[in-house]
């Protein structure tokens, strides 16, 4: 059957509602119709949980079946449910999400702890102590003042010194390329708040995004538009984390019509094999005053041991480790200097 306008036929209950809309999702061709089907009249109906289940043998409001059909055809039509509800939880927050960027997936989740953990490690305080107490700056990054120029001006981030001349410690900074929705940085940013952290994204979209999670989630979150590690040069960078297109782009067209047809292309495609961002990422290392010391990446199916070799080539991990998603798939990849 192929997906047309639903028209919600004459029903007594929310709990038919849900059963028509279910059947109708299925002829459709949508995966998790009865999900789709609970999800989508819990933000029709603005319950959830328990109040969800104590609804469904309620009359079905009137007042609200177009917006109901409405919800059901455009999810019939292949739209992911988060577009249209416009939300999706993460790591326990509920983020904003438009066309405008990647649905978070529970799987980044996983990248997120790894990062909180290995970080905690490195760095006990949240704070980054200079070797020798010696301030270190952009200036004396890879293209000095013309990385910093690079990074729109903004000075890099640096120890602080106080009258007498001391240098004091700063907080460390973690940059996540591909900000998307948000998730990674909202999430780091609200997780651990003595660290300083930054996002940066080519899509201003997508930026705008982000910085409407931030704001509903009090987190301080450093936003900046530019390919991947550009906005960033001349920063002191202790921690690069990202989750960046890696569908290699001859893919795409075998992809779940949700996100072939819905996501944003920009956060799919990774080029011919998928990994032209990962690549570029390491090229471009020498923008920043010196490697981070902890670097963690989210990557596709079989794409583990090409990526980890590439943290191996660049020579400054010397720690390389591989996390599995919940399928037992490698998914993560992170380097550390210890």
Same mark, same amino acid.
């Given at each position: 059957?192929?997906?047309?306008?639903?028209?919600?036929?004459?029903?007594?209950?929310?709990?038919?509602?849900?059963?028509?809309?279910?059947?109708?999702?299925?002829?459709?061709?949508?995966?998790?119709?009865?999900?789709?089907?609970?999800?989508?009249?819990?933000?029709?109906?603005?319950?959830?949980?328990?109040?969800?289940?104590?609804?469904?043998?309620?009359?079905?409001?009137?007042?609200?079946?177009?917006?109901?059909?409405?919800?059901?055809?455009?999810?019939?039509?292949?739209?992911?449910?988060?577009?249209?509800?416009?939300?999706?939880?993460?790591?326990?927050?509920?983020?904003?999400?438009?066309?405008?960027?990647?649905?978070?997936?529970?799987?980044?989740?996983?990248?997120?702890?790894?990062?909180?953990?290995?970080?905690?490690?490195?760095?006990?305080?949240?704070?980054?102590?200079?070797?020798?107490?010696?301030?270190?700056?952009?200036?004396?990054?890879?293209?000095?003042?013309?990385?910093?120029?690079?990074?729109?001006?903004?000075?890099?981030? /640096?120890? @602080?010194?106080?009258?007498? *001349?001391?240098? =004091?410690?700063?907080?460390? %900074? +973690?940059?996540?390329?591909? $900000? !998307?929705?948000?998730?990674?940085?909202?999430?780091?940013?609200?997780?651990?708040?003595?660290?300083?952290?930054?996002?940066?994204?080519?899509?201003?979209?997508?930026?705008?995004?982000?910085?409407?999670?931030?704001?509903?989630?009090?987190?301080?979150?450093?936003?900046?538009?530019?390919?991947?590690?550009?906005?960033?040069?001349?920063?002191?960078?202790?921690?690069?984390?990202?989750?960046?297109?890696?569908?290699?782009?001859?893919?795409?067209?075998?992809?779940?019509?949700?996100?072939?047809?819905?996501?944003?292309?920009?956060?799919?495609?990774?080029?011919?094999?998928?990994?032209?961002?990962?690549?570029?990422?390491?090229?471009?290392?020498?923008?920043?005053?010196?490697?981070? /010391?902890? @670097?963690?990446?989210?990557? *596709?199916?079989? =794409?583990?041991?090409?990526? %980890? +070799?590439?943290?191996?080539? $660049? !020579?400054?991990?010397?720690?390389?480790?591989?996390?599995?998603?919940?399928?037992?798939?490698?998914?993560?990849?992170?380097?550390?200097?210890?």
């Amino acid at each position: 059957m192929k997906h047309g306008l639903y028209v919600m036929p004459h029903v007594q209950s929310i709990r038919e509602a849900f059963a028509e809309a279910s059947s109708f999702l299925d002829k459709s061709g949508c995966n998790e119709p009865q999900r789709s089907s609970q999800l989508l009249l819990e933000h029709v109906l603005g319950v959830s949980g328990a109040a969800y289940y104590m609804a469904l043998a309620d009359p079905f409001p009137a007042e609200l079946r177009e917006a109901w059909e409405t919800a059901v055809s455009r999810r019939s039509a292949g739209e992911p449910v988060q577009y249209i509800t416009g939300e999706q939880e993460f790591y326990g927050r509920v983020f904003e999400v438009t066309p405008d960027v990647l649905i978070p997936r529970p799987e980044t989740e996983l990248l997120v702890e790894a990062i909180l953990k290995y970080g905690a490690e490195l760095w006990p305080d949240g704070l980054v102590y200079a070797p020798g107490g010696e301030a270190r700056t952009g200036m004396h990054a890879a293209g000095g003042p013309a990385a910093a120029e690079m990074a729109g001006g903004i000075a890099s981030t /640096r120890q @602080v010194s106080d009258a007498a *001349g001391a240098c =004091q410690p700063r907080p460390l %900074a +973690a940059v996540d390329i591909g $900000a !998307g929705s948000g998730a990674i940085s909202v999430t780091l940013a609200a997780e651990a708040p003595a660290w300083r952290v930054c996002a940066g994204d080519i899509s201003p979209g997508a930026l705008a995004v982000a910085a409407r999670n931030a704001s509903r989630h009090g987190a301080a979150v450093d936003l900046r538009l530019g390919d991947l590690l550009e906005p960033f040069a001349g920063m002191e960078t202790d921690i690069l984390v990202s989750n960046p297109p890696y569908i290699p782009g001859g893919d795409i067209a075998g992809l779940q019509r949700e996100v072939r047809d819905h996501e944003p292309r920009t956060a799919l495609d990774g080029g011919d094999d998928g990994l032209d961002p990962y690549r570029r990422m390491m090229e471009q290392l020498p923008l920043l005053p010196a490697a981070p /010391r902890l @670097v963690g990446f989210e990557l *596709g199916q079989g =794409q583990a041991g090409e990526v %980890a +070799a590439l943290l191996r080539a $660049a !020579g400054h991990w010397n720690e390389i480790v591989t996390i599995d998603d919940l399928a037992g798939i490698p998914r993560h990849v992170l380097g550390i200097a210890r």
